[in-house]
Each structure stands twice: as C-alpha cells, then as structure tokens.
C-alpha cells in the first residue's frame, strides 16, 4: 500500500509552474500548478458517513494536511464542508489570498457563482461559505479532474472514520512530519 506521504511527494513534482504550463494534460484536466498558498480539498460519503481532506500548502516544501469527520452525510454536503472546512483553517491562519483546486465541479461551479446548490439542507453551509470567501482580498478557484486530486481523496476518505466535526492535522516540512495536531471544528 502507498503511503499518503509518498503520494503527497511524488505528486508535487509533478506540478509547473504557473507562469509558464496553464494548459490541459493529456485531455485529462488542468492539473495544479505551483502557487501559493495553494488549497487542494475533497469530500467522501460513504454509508451515510462523510469526511473531508485538503491540503494546504504554504510553499513547496511546507504543507499541512487535514481530514475532518462530518458525521451524517451526502457526497455533495462532504465537498461543500471541505470547501468550507479549507477556507475557515486559511481564514484562522491569516491568509490574504487563495488558489483552490477541487475536483467536484459542481461546489466549484457553485463557489464561482456559476449555478445554484439547490439543497434545502446545505443552505447554512452554503451562507457560512459565501461569508468566509468574502473575508479574503483574492480566491482563485479551480476545477481539476480528479487524477490531479489523489492526495485530498485519501484524506477525505480517512476523515469518513472520524467524529463529526473532529479535525486532525499532520504538518510536512520536506519529507518529515514536522507536527500533529486536532481540534474540534465543528
């Protein structure tokens, strides 16, 4: 089994840099592209469960990953917390700005104001979201195809195993875990 560390590294090799590739890859999506702070988030359902990944990397070398139960849960409700989740930890932090990679078309679509989440259920989250992504002088969100979001799909499916609203954080600084932490988000 690989290890989420290694999929992590390996991954992050594999990006250019903005200013020169901001094309599509082998018909298969935009793939992330090394700018920061840069966001990649995810969110699972499975059994009614759901939880959340995302990745924040602050610069090539130091990134911190997070996975989030969310309790009871539909695989559209996971990926909106993920959004959330993401912009609450960047808000706490302190970030001006963002690049967001997702690869739900449908929360980044809703994020970009491109259509609606019609969803009696998520209308809170949908407010609580809108609010945090105002609080920031600059979003950039981008949809990419899942194959370019393995790091956050791990997390997220990790974060199905966890409490609702528990959030566990392991920090990188190259390739060592520099930190661990959790707290209760939610």
Partial sequence: MTSLLHIIFEEVKTFKPLQKHRHRIRNIGKSPTSVYPMICFDGAAANNMGGVGF??????????????????CTNTRAKLLALWASLRVAKD?????LH????SSVIINWAKKESTLDMVNLEAWCFN??????????VDLSHVYREHNRRADILSKEGLHLAAGHLLLTEYFGNEIIGESSSQLF
């Fill in 100 to 103: 967001i990679f997702g690869d």
């Fill in 129 to 138: 979201t809108r609010i945090l992504m105002s609080s920031f002088m600059w």
């Fill in 93 to 97: 932090i302190g970030l001006p700005y």
């Fill in 55 to 72: 990745c924040l990397w602050m610069n090539e070398q130091h990134l911190l990953a997070f996975k989030l139960g969310c309790g009871s």
